[in-house]
Structure formats: C-alpha cells, structure tokens
C-alpha cells in the first residue's frame, strides 16, 4: 500500500484531485468509481474546478457509485444520488446516462444488486474512491462475523445511523438499510484511493495498517488488493 500522509484535509483533496484528474486525461473514457460522504467532497470539488478551466472533460467517462440508502427517492435530498449530482454532476459535461448509483426505490432488490454487479463488471473500474466509516465500514459493508463478495442489501449498524444522522432531521429518519457494492465488487477495480481525515477515523487506520483482514473492520479487505493509495491527513495517522 501506498500512503501519503497530508497535513489537512485541503491538501489530501488537492492530491487525490491530481491522481483522478490524471486517469481522466489519460483515459478520457474511463470508469470512476464513486463514494458520497464528507471526505470526498473536496475532491469532487477539485475536480469540479479542473473542468471548469478546461483541464479535464467528462464527456466520455463513466461512473459507478459504491451505495445507496434503502427506500430512498433519489430526489430525497440525503439520497447519494442527490448528493453526487449536486457535488459533482451537475457541474461538469458527464452524461447523467453514464452515472450510476443503485437504485434506492428497487422493487426487487435481489434483480437491482445482480444488475449492478453485472454493469460494475461491463464498465470495468479504473480507480475506486473509498471513504472510511469511524467503525471501519466501506461502502455500506459493516462489520460483521462474515463479509459478502457482490452488491447487496444489509442493515445498517446503530454507530452508522448515529453517524450519518447529522445529515438527517433526526436518527429515526435515517434509513435502516442500504444497498451496497459488496467487498468483491469494491476489490475488482484495477486501483483504489482510500482518503482518511479527522481523528475520529484513527482507530479504523490503525487496523488497516496491520496489514491483517479483520470482518469486524471491512477496510481491512483491501489489503488483499495490489494497488491501493491511502491519502490520510495526519490526525487520522498514527
Ligand atoms: C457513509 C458512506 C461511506 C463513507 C462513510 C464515511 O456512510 N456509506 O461510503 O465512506 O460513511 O463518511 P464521512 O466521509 O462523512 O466520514
């Protein structure tokens, strides 16, 4: 694993901007694959800029989201949906065709997972962001006895709801499940960049470090992965 440690948060959005922006000029038709959450906003921020002077285009580029919550309306303003759109795509030439978060009003839930899988598998993703859970959570894996390989539904944890609850009215109305890229998926992109910041994130670093796999801290799994970029502020280090 590659870490670059960062003094603050700004710098870690400059340094993944740089290595996302990069994959873009070099393959203007690549799949990015996309995490919500307040860690990446910098970065979508950054990328946000970049087409703006020109920099960068996405008119051909792909992307695949890591989650969804479930039942969600995506024109729920706490759906990822919402939120990639009003970070990111509503701001660049993206086709919105050629984004892709799974659907959070799926009547059959088993059908939508088995599609997504399929498209994340058809698109191929070149680099996958990852944010991390303060309970080690990626995507909407949570920690269990047991992790599951492709997208799924699964529950969410009381530490997810109460975190996530400050996007919401109250913790009731945070959804109780969610639809999720599973740890196969997440493992199949050819790279991922991991960004950490803040120091209530440590804990869930340090066990990354080990090197170990633990199920009860799912961003462990992607020590089985070849080429992983961990961007992390300092606090969140050591
Ligand atoms: C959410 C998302 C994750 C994200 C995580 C951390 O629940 N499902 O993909 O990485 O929580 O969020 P934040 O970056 O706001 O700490």
Redesign the pocket.
């Known amino acids: 694993m590659k870490i670059i440690v960062c003094k603050d948060y700004a710098e870690m959005s400059k340094k993944a901007t740089e290595m996302v922006a990069a994959l873009v000029k070099s393959k203007p038709d690549c799949t990015l694959g996309l995490?919500?959450?307040?860690?990446?906003e910098g970065l979508y921020a950054g990328l946000v800029e970049k087409y703006e002077s020109g920099e960068i285009s996405f008119a051909k580029v792909n992307t695949v989201n890591?989650?969804e919550y479930y039942p969600i309306d995506p024109k729920n303003d706490q759906s990822y949906r919402y939120f990639m759109n009003q970070k990111l795509f509503d701001h660049i030439d993206i086709n919105k065709n050629n984004t892709h978060v799974p659907n959070g009003l799926a009547k059959d839930v088993e059908k939508e997972c088995a599609e997504y899988d399929e498209l994340v598998k058809k698109l191929g993703v070149d680099i996958q962001i990852?944010?991390?859970?303060?309970n080690g959570?990626?995507?909407?894996n949570e920690p269990d006895t047991y992790l599951v390989p492709g997208t799924h539904v699964t529950d969410l944890t009381q530490n997810?709801i109460e975190?996530?609850s400050r996007f919401f009215a109250s913790a009731d109305e945070v959804p109780k499940k969610?639809l999720?890229m599973g740890i196969g998926s997440i493992l199949s992109a050819k790279q991922i960049i991991m960004l950490v910041s803040?120091a209530n994130?440590k804990e869930a670093v340090a066990k990354l470090l080990t090197g170990n796999l633990y199920t009860d801290c799912p961003a462990t799994m992607i020590n089985l992965h070849d080429d992983v970029t961990l961007i992390v502020t300092e606090d969140a280090y050591r």
């Open positions: 995490a919500t959450g307040s860690t990446p890591l989650d990852l944010g991390i859970g303060r959570h990626i995507g909407f997810t975190a996530n969610a999720t803040g994130k």
